[in-house]
């Protein structure tokens, strides 16, 4: 037998016995010395974990914010169900329709009246909508949510476009 094949049978033997000690290793202890267990999620000294939002944090706002873009055209007769402010260039407001019928007719009111190229259009697992508008001023994600009663949920987050 040459050196070369001797070589190969000698690493081919050490990583076999490497992957059987590996699978004899002892599993890891799950309790400190001090009789803690380690699996438990334990909140650091100092409370370093954010605290809960406050509820004021969830209210809705039917007024859209004083920086809105004019460049989104909020259809005549649509009710604003919530509307917002991400910061400096974001937006999100979500329109409520009674029915499918009339948010297809919001939707597409929006599209045309804020002059929008619509992409990445996909019909969603319940039934609605979703897709990419953008204009000069705008790139938008939109979305269709239906309700439990009817109603539909138009979701539109905002972005102005820089440059």
Not at 17 to 38: I, N
Request: aromatic share 6%.
């Amino acid at each position: 037998m040459t050196k070369t094949p001797r070589l190969a049978a000698g690493a081919i033997a050490l990583g076999l016995a490497a992957t059987l000690l590996a699978g004899c290793a002892p599993e890891p202890d799950t309790v400190s010395p001090d009789g803690r267990d380690l699996t438990e999620k334990v909140e650091p000294e100092g409370g370093s974990w954010a605290e809960p939002n406050p509820e004021e944090a969830y209210e809705k706002s039917a007024e859209l914010p004083d920086d809105f873009p004019a460049d989104f055209v909020v259809p005549e007769g649509a009710v604003v169900d919530d509307a917002g402010s991400r910061g400096f260039g974001s937006w999100y407001v979500v329109l409520r329709a009674p029915d499918q019928d009339t948010a297809n007719t919001l939707w597409d009111a929006v599209v045309t009246g804020s002059g929008f190229a619509a992409s990445d259009e996909a019909e969603t697992g319940d039934g609605g909508r979703t897709a990419t508008l953008v204009s000069p001023a705008l790139e938008v994600t939109a979305v269709t949510l239906a309700g439990d009663d009817g109603a539909v949920l138009l979701s539109y987050d905002l972005t102005q476009v820089v440059g």
